[in-house]
Antibody, heavy 121, light 107 residues
Framework: QVQLQESGPGLVKPSETLSLTCAVS????????WSWIRQPPGKGLEWIGY???????KYNPSLKSRVTLSLDTSKNQFSLRMTSVTAADTAVYYC???????????????WGQGALVTVSS | SSVLTQPPSVSVAPGQTARITCERN??????VHWYQQKPGQAPVLVVY???DRPSGIPERFSGSNSGNTATLTISRVEAGDEADYFC??????????FGGGTKLTVL
């Protein structure tokens, strides 16, 4: 059973950089897609982006200018970096495995427990 | 439009059937996936590719998709089904899109 665990600072100051890491256990980074999804308190889910095991990546256009995903296959983990954060970036950040179904559509079959990141001075 | 529209809330008595909808123009041409999220927990995939269930998900959870509406159906609703439910689609132009979520209340 694949398990994911987010880690990183729970408090980030406005204008600074948010950094989170997701450790994957029970399975390999290869050959899958790995995503970050966030959820502001009391609100819905927002996809941030994915990184493929080949290190190809794609981002939500609304966040693309501020987000970078990376992975470390030797440690079986991947990371999120978001620059110039504001209070609007306060959310629970989830990492998840993204996979394709038989019809070629992608969904998330394994999720981390989530990490609350608060942006505040 | 890429927006997926869900009703904010659905209420159902125990033992009855709950139907949660997800609307978008021509959504029937896409595969729709559904997630259950209980308070303080991560979402859990309950239906993928319109109507398939991951292992461990009860048969009471089923899905359908046609025209402009996809539907998650929960039969013989139990108190433990009370949660938020989100639909999701993927396509090559917009990538991942989530619905706004529906709060299921078991009366």
């Amino acid at each position: 059973q694949v398990q994911l665990q987010e880690s990183g600072p729970g408090l980030v100051k406005p204008s600074e950089t948010l950094s989170l890491t997701c450790a994957v256990s029970g399975g390999s980074i290869s050959p899958h897609y790995w995503s970050w999804i966030r959820q502001p308190p009391g609100k819905g889910l927002e996809w941030i982006g994915y990184i493929y095991y080949t290190e190809n990546s794609k981002y939500n256009p609304s966040l693309k200018s501020r987000v970078t995903l990376s992975l470390d296959t030797s440690k079986n983990q991947f990371s999120l970096r978001m620059t110039s954060v504001t209070a609007a970036d306060t959310a629970v950040y989830y990492c998840a495995r993204e996979r394709a179904g038989d019809r070629g559509s992608y969904f998330f079959d394994f999720w981390g427990q989530g990490a609350l990141v608060t942006v505040s001075s | 439009s890429s927006v997926l529209t869900q009703p904010p809330s659905v209420s159902v008595a125990p033992g009855q059937t709950a139907r949660i909808t997800c609307e978008r123009n021509n959504i029937g041409s896409k595969s729709v996936h559904w997630y259950q999220q209980k308070p303080g927990q991560a979402p859990v995939l309950v239906v993928y590719d319109n109507g398939d269930r991951p292992s461990g998900i009860p048969e009471r959870f089923s899905g359908s998709n046609s025209g402009n509406t996809a539907t998650l159906t929960i039969s013989r609703v139990e108190a433990g089904d009370e949660a938020d439910y989100f639909c999701q689609v993927w396509d090559s132009s917009t990538d991942v899109v989530f619905g706004g979520g529906t709060k299921l209340t078991v009366l």
